[in-house]
């Protein structure tokens, strides 16, 4: 019986180019993986609140303060990344980090400076909520009812990576809005361009509160420790770093290009024509249609309802984040309510108790949305002054520590938010 022959196989050897595009393809499957934390916490930085103070910064001062846009990305990126380095090293969240490294009384000193923030927060969501479906005849009590029930369904049934699919969606949806809004508003790009780089405006008692209010919309409290808790519970590790520091500076980038969009969009419309009145993003909404239109009205209430909603889903899960981990209870999207029941119920009561407490009779929920960004700016330094003492601590980050420019930077911002809360008390005694 004849043999057959056999001819060796030779392996494929690939062109440059097709190690190339080889390299190209698994860089962005990794980048893809780890993508999540930072974009979210960007896009959730766009919130009710957030839209509000832009509406009234644009509105107010035209495009004065649209330097301080730049300069709150940037800082942005510096905490985030150093937040995001605590959560990749320990794979904690930051109250957990706290609690072992400064003890029990300092924890509690730092969550319920979160939480004092956070429910201000929370309440200016459904205050957003209310305010964009009344544009479309909806009832504040029907709105918000619903849209509490609809988060914690989500977030308590919805794996880890539906919910954050959602929210990146929603959050491209808000991006995309309110470049419409600002096309649609005709601004003078060169303008805005111009203030971009160069500060303007005459300091006084209003713009300092608009550049804290703007400030703690940016960098907030329940940023800090969401992007922290968020990396954490995705189950991210050092290798991860490269592909975290893009995720974070799209996150940063995108964020803030939204609020420029906003500010430019009422500088163009209403400040420029002298409607400088005005006190929620709803009321922006509503001036924005004699001078650009309907769809321009419609598109910022769009924006504002997905924008609110997409911060009623993160900062009440970062408050239930940070309290489980400051007692050490069980925390994750991933687990179920059995597993994980303190975590959870945190959520509804979080959830629920904002919703009661909206509908307060005669609630001033504009100087609620406003006052709550002002108040993030405010509390920032305490939260910020734990993360760089832990992110300079070679005990807890090791070889991921940051290094000396990024603290450096870090601690700028800290003491820059600082002074800057600090002129703001001062001036608000004095007058």
């Not at 609690?99 to 730092?110: D, K, L």
């Not at 005849?137 to 794996?159: E, K, Q, T």
């Not at 929603?170 to 303008?191: C, F, Q, T």
């Not at 108040?375 to 980050?397: E, K, Q, S, T």
Request: proline share 3%; hydrophobic share 55%.
């Amino acid at each position: 019986m004849a043999q057959t022959e056999v001819t060796p196989t030779r392996p494929v050897v690939r062109s440059r180019r097709d190690r190339a595009v080889f390299r190209l393809r698994a860089s962005l499957l990794a980048l893809l993986t780890v993508a999540g934390p930072g974009l979210v916490s960007g896009f959730a930085d766009n919130d009710a609140g957030g839209i509000t103070t832009y509406s009234v910064v644009g509105a107010q001062f035209g495009y004065d303060l649209m330097w301080l846009i730049l300069a709150s990305m940037l800082a942005l990126v510096v905490t985030q990344e150093v937040g995001a380095r605590l959560g990749l090293t320990t794979g904690e969240g930051l109250m957990g980090l706290i609690r072992e490294r400064f003890g029990v009384h300092w924890t509690v000193f730092a969550v319920l400076t979160m939480l004092v923030s956070n429910v201000g927060t929370i309440v200016s969501e459904f205050a957003g909520i209310g305010a964009a479906l009344a544009l479309f005849g909806v009832p504040i009590p029907v709105s918000c009812a619903v849209s509490a029930a609809i988060v914690i369904a989500l977030l308590a049934r919805a794996n880890f990576a539906r919910v954050q699919t959602i929210f990146v969606v929603v959050g491209l949806g808000v991006s995309v809005a309110y470049a419409v809004s600002a096309a649609l508003a005709k601004p003078d790009w060169g303008r805005a361009a111009t203030y971009l780089v160069v500060p303007h405006g005459t300091l006084s008692q209003t713009y300092l509160l608009a550049v804290v209010g703007t400030v703690g919309t940016t960098i907030t409290p329940w940023g800090q420790a969401f992007i922290q808790s968020y990396v954490a519970d995705k189950r991210l590790g050092p290798k991860d770093l490269t592909a975290s520091r893009f995720d974070i500076s799209l996150g940063s980038f995108l964020t803030n290009l939204v609020a420029g969009f906003i500010v430019v969009a009422c500088a163009a419309t209403l400040w420029a024509h002298g409607q400088t009145n005005i006190t929620t993003a709803a009321d922006a909404a509503r001036a924005l249609q004699p001078l650009a239109g309907r769809a321009a009205e419609i598109i910022f209430g769009v924006g504002l309802f997905a924008a609110s909603f997409l911060g009623l889903g993160t900062v009440p899960l970062t408050s239930a984040y940070s309290t489980s981990e400051a007692f050490g209870w069980e925390t994750g999207l991933d687990r179920t309510w059995r597993e994980a029941p303190f975590f959870y119920g945190l959520l509804a009561f979080f959830v629920g108790f904002a919703t009661l407490f909206v509908l307060i009779p005669g609630l001033p929920l504009i100087s609620v949305i406003y006052l709550s960004q002002v108040l993030n700016g405010l509390l920032l330094p305490i939260i910020l002054v734990f993360v760089f003492l832990l992110a300079g601590d070679r005990r807890v980050l090791g070889d991921l520590r940051s290094g000396r420019t990024l603290l450096s930077l870090g601690w700028f911002v800290t003491v820059s938010v600082s002074v800057m809360s600090v002129a703001l008390v001062v001036a608000q005694i004095h007058g």
